[in-house]
């Protein structure tokens, strides 16, 4: 008999969340499966949830939640010890992985998924002592996912980034920061607007940022965007959604290992999967195959 821990973050997405778990909780008990559900309130508790499972007998964790409460889970699986295989019921603003992955939200397709239990094992990123299973960022509107408050991304949906982002652009100015960049396929210092290391090709509900991007590849996607001038800078964004901006001469994408990035200002903040992530200097570094998922 399957045990199922079901992790929700009932204060992700929109305000059916919580009637999409419980209908699955009655399908998987009705279909023979143990189900067990834990519902958050507070930053890291998906977490701690999550090597508390690991060290038990669960066969594997629904996840419920946007990209924050999915790398709560990353992280608690890292820590527990533990690969138990996590299949992601995506209900947050985003959902940048599970859209990348082709994960489905209807709640019988998701749960055909489950009975079927295809798994596979994917890539992950680590900077300094946090880990990521999407993107980690620095620059210009990449804090912009923990700067919306949770009832504007409730009502707004991906839409409430866009709003927030349009607010930040004339108050900083577009201004570059210096970078130290470090790896064995790239080094040098630059003027930078705003840099990702991502392990998808989605970020931010665009589909195509790091277009050669495959979470088994062993390889993080770097994309470096260089000081521009406002017509460059909108010809950049204006090319993301065909995959094409990599090809304008003021960005740099290159796939690594690791790599080390450094500046000389002392406020340089870091997102890490729509979360606050710390600040500059990181070193960032791919962790092979380490997060097993339930895929259709």
């Known amino acids: 008999m399957r045990k199922v821990k079901v992790i929700c973050n009932p204060s992700s997405g929109r305000q059916n969340t919580q009637r999409k ?51 709560e889970i990353v992280k608690g699986i890292i820590k527990g010890g533990r690969k138990i295989p996590v299949a992601i019921l995506a209900s947050g603003t985003v959902n940048d992985f599970a859209n990348y992955m082709r994960i ?20 992950l990123g680590k900077v300094n002592d946090e880990y990521f299973i999407n993107v980690a960022a620095s620059g210009l509107l990449t804090d912009i996912g923990y700067k919306v408050p949770s009832e504007i991304k409730a009502i707004f949906g991906k839409m409430a980034y866009y709003i927030e982002g349009l607010k930040e652009i004339p ?8 970078l130290s960049f470090k790896s064995e396929e790239f080094s040098g210092q630059e003027s930078v607007l705003l840099y990702l290391i991502s392990n998808t090709a989605s970020i931010g509900g665009f589909k195509r940022i790091a277009p050669d991007a495959d979470v088994q590849d062993g390889y993080l996607d770097v994309v470096i965007i260089k000081k521009s001038e406002v017509q460059d800078l909108a ?11 990599i090809n304008h001469p003021n960005v740099i994408y290159f796939k690594t290992k690791k790599i080390t990035v450094e500046s000389e200002e002392e406020d340089i903040t870091i997102d890490i999967d729509g979360e606050y992530g710390g600040k500059l200097p990181a070193t960032y570094e791919v962790i092979p195959s380490a997060f097993r998922i339930i895929l259709p």
């Open 235 to 245: 010809q950049i964004f204006i090319n993301i959604f065909r995959g094409e901006h």
């Open 21 to 71: 778990v419980d209908q699955l909780c009655s399908m998987l008990i009705n279909e023979g499966y143990i189900v067990g559900k834990y519902n958050t309130s507070a930053k890291d508790d998906a977490m701690h949830e999550t090597i508390k499972t690991c060290k038990e007998e669960w066969d594997l964790i629904i996840a419920s939640g946007g990209d924050g409460t999915i790398n």
């Open 171 to 178: 108050r900083s100015k577009i201004q570059p920061i210096q």
């Open 104 to 123: 489905p939200r209807d709640v019988e397709e998701f749960f055909q998924m489950i009975k079927k239990e295809r798994t596979i094992d994917v890539d």
